[in-house]
Structure formats: C-alpha cells, structure tokens
C-alpha cells in the first residue's frame, strides 16, 4: 500500500506473511524456518497467521520485554536506595542482584537472538495499512531496532552493582 510509509523515510515497508498451509506433517518446522528468514532479513512487518506459532514468538517477545524492563526498574530502585540508604546497602543490594540476573539473562537469551528486534504490533493505525485481508487471525511483529534498549538495562545494572560494590566496600 503506497499509504503506508517506514517512519521518516519515503520507503515502502517490506513484510512477510507466514501463511498456514499445512501441506506436510513437518508444517510446524517449516512455519519456524520461514520465521528464521523472515526475522534474519530484518523485514519491517512480519505476519504471522499460525496461531502456535504466533503465540509462542509473542510470548518469547513479551518474556524479553518484561526482562529488559525489570532489570531496568530493579536497576533505578537500587541506585536511589543507594543515594538514600549510603549506609544500608543491605537495601540496595538485591534489587541490585536481580537487576544484573534480569540483564543477565537477557543478554545471554535474547541478545543475540534476531526475534528481539521485535515487537509485537497492536497499533490500530499501523495495522489498518497492512495487507490484512486475506490473513486470518494473525500475530503482527513489527521491527524496532533495539540497541538502545539493550545498553540502557546493561548500564543500569551495571551502574547499580558498581555504587552497591562501593557501598559494601565502604561500610566493611
């Protein structure tokens, strides 16, 4: 659709549609395996109409969200438990640790993983451009570069483990 523009640029989107044909008994296989395609290609929008299949990405994307943004919200507690409590950093220190185990396992499940460049899309505005007529009960994944994320809950951990280190050093 030539309504339907990449945000700031005069591109046309580029999409994917996994359509759910089960012509083999390995379907399943091949829907992840086009998914793997779609994902390492970096398309702007990809539609996925398996519904196990959109279900279990949506679900892996919502674990990875709700990581990065528990390390970061542990991270931020325990750096202003830190600046209030100098002496105390019995308070600070375990939303410190969950802060660098959240950022942690992220990093180590979901940085190098290309699903994590994506969200699933629900806005109304966006999904009313896409080819959707002929795709039946679809999860949307919209690409979004992540980098800026991934840094900021990386160096709030650190940063928080950092001024809890000091704090511990200090008061022993």
Do not use: M
Not at 23 to 44: C, G, Q, T, W
Request: net charge negative.
């Amino acid at each position: 659709p030539s309504a339907l523009f990449c945000s700031g640029t005069n591109k046309a989107p580029t999409f994917h549609v996994i359509r759910e044909v089960y012509d083999s008994s390995n379907a399943h296989e091949r829907f992840e395996a086009e998914l793997d395609k779609a994902l390492e290609a970096k398309v702007d929008f990809i539609i996925i109409e398996p519904p196990r299949l959109g279900d279990e990405t949506g679900r892996w994307i919502w674990v990875g969200n709700c990581l990065h943004k528990t390390a970061v919200g542990t991270g931020l507690v325990s750096l202003v438990a830190s600046l209030l409590w100098r002496d105390r950093p019995v308070v600070a220190a375990p939303a410190c640790a969950l802060s660098l185990f959240c950022a942690g396992l992220y990093t180590v499940s979901w940085n190098y993983d290309p699903c994590c460049q994506y969200q699933v899309e629900n806005n109304d505005t966006v999904l009313e451009r896409l080819p959707l007529t002929d795709v039946s009960s679809p999860v949307i994944l919209g690409y979004t570069p992540n980098s800026r994320t991934k840094y900021l809950h990386r160096g709030v951990a650190l940063l928080s483990a950092a001024l809890c280190a000091w704090q511990i050093w200090r008061s022993y």
